[in-house]
């Protein structure tokens, strides 16, 4: 993959405005809406999603 972002930490492959691993075009990458992404990186991006959402109902739960 070839790409430039300012916010890449490249040693690491971070992304020091998400704090996380660098997913090109997730939400809340400063790509998003601006590449095409491959097949690949969508499953990530759902899978990355949808792990996001059962910390909020465990979370939810919690309380």
Do not use: W
């Amino acid at each position: 993959m070839t790409f430039y972002c300012k916010n890449l930490e490249i040693g690491t492959d971070q992304c020091m405005k998400l704090h996380s691993e660098c997913i090109p075009g997730r939400p809340g990458c400063v790509l998003e809406g601006r590449v095409a992404l491959s097949e690949e990186l969508e499953e990530r991006i759902a899978k990355l999603e949808e792990e996001r959402l059962v910390r909020i109902r465990e979370k939810g739960n919690k309380s």
